[in-house]
């Protein structure tokens, strides 16, 4: 059973920043674009990040671009969201997603994605 391990939520002040991680099995991450989702309450689950299989691509919700960043480490099976400048409307659950694939592309729907993680709560207060 594929498995997504999210850490690195937590509560920060308006301006400030955070690191999530998203550990994946080494099978799983070599064959599989991945992507981060936020749900804030109220609203649909939103991609944030994705980054295509080699790493070679990455794409931005227009609401992130320039103040989030993802990347991926292969050597850890790791896939990163550096979070910058955080706001009070970046307030929600965090997703990490996985989509097995050998394709080099990029995947921003959430209908796309095979697997999920537990989720993790990223709070920016004014």
């Known amino acids: 059973q594929v498995q997504l391990a999210e850490s690195g939520g937590g509560s920060v002040q308006a301006g400030g920043s955070l690191r999530l991680s998203c550990a994946a099995s080494?099978?799983?991450?070599?064959?599989?674009?991945m992507g981060w989702f936020r749900q804030a309450p109220g609203k649909e689950r939103e991609c944030v990040a994705a980054?295509?299989?080699?790493?070679?691509?990455?794409l931005y919700a227009d609401s992130v671009k320039g103040r989030f960043t993802i990347s991926r480490d292969s050597a850890k099976n790791t896939v990163y969201l550096y979070m910058n400048s955080l706001k009070p409307e970046d307030t929600a659950v965090y997703y990490c997603?996985?989509?097995?694939?050998?394709?080099?592309?990029?995947?921003?729907?959430?209908?796309?994605?095979?697997?999920w993680g537990q989720g993790t709560q990223v709070t920016v207060s004014s």
């Open positions: 997603a996985a989509k097995t694939t050998y394709a080099s592309r990029l995947y921003a729907a959430s209908d796309d994605y095979n697997y």
């Open positions: 980054i295509s299989r080699t790493g070679g691509s990455t």
């Open positions: 080494r099978r799983t991450f070599s064959t599989a674009a």
